[in-house]
């Protein structure tokens, strides 16, 4: 089951569990979908891997699956990011 981390890693924002915003590599790094396609150029900088949408969870199902409260954040932020 996905994490579902609330926050993009580079720029901090917060990514709630139904953001369609939200994008993840295969490791579930999470990142926004500005940083993403701005920044980040679709590459992972953590495994090099692409992105794709987060899904979304279901409401119902949040109080029995509730997304992850732990905030990742790269100190550097995006700019530190080199292709």
Same mark, same amino acid.
């Given at each position: 089951?996905?994490?579902?981390r609330?926050?993009?890693?580079? /720029? %901090?924002? &917060?990514?709630?569990? %139904?953001?369609? %915003?939200?994008?993840? /590599?295969?490791?579930? $790094?999470?990142? $926004?979908? &500005? /940083?993403? &396609?701005?920044?980040? +150029?679709?590459? /992972?900088?953590n495994? @090099?891997? @692409?992105?794709?949408?987060?899904?979304?969870?279901?409401?119902?199902?949040?109080? +029995?699956?509730?997304?992850?409260? #732990?905030?990742?954040? #790269?100190?550097? @932020? $995006?700019?530190?990011?080199?292709?």
């Amino acid at each position: 089951m996905l994490e579902l981390r609330p926050n993009c890693e580079c /720029c %901090d924002r &917060d990514l709630p569990f %139904d953001s369609a %915003d939200a994008r993840i /590599c295969t490791f579930e $790094c999470t990142f $926004c979908a &500005d /940083c993403v &396609d701005g920044t980040l +150029k679709g590459v /992972c900088p953590n495994c @090099g891997g @692409g992105f794709v949408p987060r899904p979304i969870r279901p409401t119902r199902l949040m109080e +029995k699956y509730p997304a992850s409260t #732990k905030r990742v954040l #790269k100190p550097e @932020g $995006c700019a530190a990011v080199s292709g």
